[in-house]
């Protein structure tokens, strides 16, 4: 029996989880579209053409169509009624993130799933990438030694329009959510302190907050720092970040594209001033889809085996604590305790 999806937001990030679906599910069909603008959802149904019904209103649309999986890719400050509306009627949720806008808003959402005992899944897209997976096992292969730090760098100056433009925290919030999960997944460890500047630059042309320096003590006693900008002109960085893990025994570095390496000391030979070092390179061994398609594939191979996919909500929180901290410690001018959250 396929599996019955209703999608909710039928703006321009939902193309991507549509077409993978359709052209890789089978085993899943829509039956039913909604949209706070009913005629974006028709839009859409007739953009594909989807043998289901147009909505405005979500609780009517699961009323009427019983789904199995609500796709949540509204807007953040809508995830906490589309997530809590869609699990407390019966249905597994698959969701754009940030899991919400508002800290509290993730635990209540994060307890609603465990008291429902149904599946909440985020999207971390990052994760699903050839390049980062090369670049973890690296780090994680003994190669550069215990870990002592993490850096990451994004320079990018993107021109969003619409909601991003107007939120207080648009960097932290909307887009260091994907560093910091990437960080969590790169050194395997959440952190438990954080310290926070963000501001926001000349010549900016967004409302709030831009960039962004932070500083995690990490659990295992390394520290990752996050240097950001959404307004940066020129010499743009990857969306992926820029990489630095320095270890006891050397640097793994990762340019965020397709350079993976790591220069470790060279035992075999006399130690100098500097050095010497050797390089080794990284085992590309991955086989998954990147980026949308491959979290898309994992939350529906989980489903099936009714187990937690990689990005459920009780890993996602800690990624969402890593953001409402750094904008918590911004606001209190302190380093801030992750406990306090």
Partial sequence: ??????????????????EHILEHHKEAGFVA?????PEAAAAYREKYKLDCPAFGILEEAIAKTKPDVVLDVTIPGSHE????????????????????DNYKACERLLAISE???????????????????????????????????????FFIGARFGGFRAEMDNPLVLDMAIHTFD?????????????????????GSW?????????????????????????????ANTSWECEWRAQGEKGTAIWDGADKVYADVVDDSKTRE?????????????????????????????????????????KDN?????????????????????????
């Fill in 206 to 234: 967004y409302k709030g907050a831009a960039n962004a320096v932070i500083i995690y003590e990490m659990r295992d006693g390394s520290v990752f720092c996050y240097r950001g900008s959404w307004c940066a002109q020129g």
């Fill in 81 to 100: 009624s589309v997530a809590s509306a869609a699990m407390n009627n019966g249905c597994d949720v698959f969701s754009e993130k940030p899991m919400s």
């Fill in 33 to 37: 579209l909604v949209d706070i603008i």
């Fill in 273 to 313: 001033f500097i050095g010497p070092f050797k390089r080794i390179e990284a085992n590309w061994d991955w086989a998954g889809r990147e980026g949308h398609a491959g979290c898309i594939d994992d939350m529906f191979a989980a489903l099936e085996k009714r187990e937690p996919a990689m990005t459920d909500c």
């Fill in 317 to 341: 929180i800690h990624s969402m604590r890593m953001v409402f901290g750094a904008i918590e410690s911004a606001k209190a001018g302190r380093k801030l305790l992750m406990s306090e959250l």
């Fill in 182 to 202: 990437q960080a969590r997944f790169i050194s395997g460890t959440d952190p438990v302190s954080v310290y926070c500047h963000e501001w926001n630059p000349p």
């Fill in 1 to 18: 029996m396929k599996k019955r999806l209703l999608l909710a937001g039928c703006g321009g990030m939902a193309r991507a989880w549509v």
């Fill in 115 to 153: 008291k429902t005992g149904r599946s909440y899944t985020l999207m971390q897209n990052r994760r699903y990438n050839k390049s980062i997976r090369a670049y973890r096992g690296l780090v994680g292969s003994g190669a550069i030694g215990k870990l002592g730090y993490l850096g990451a760098d």
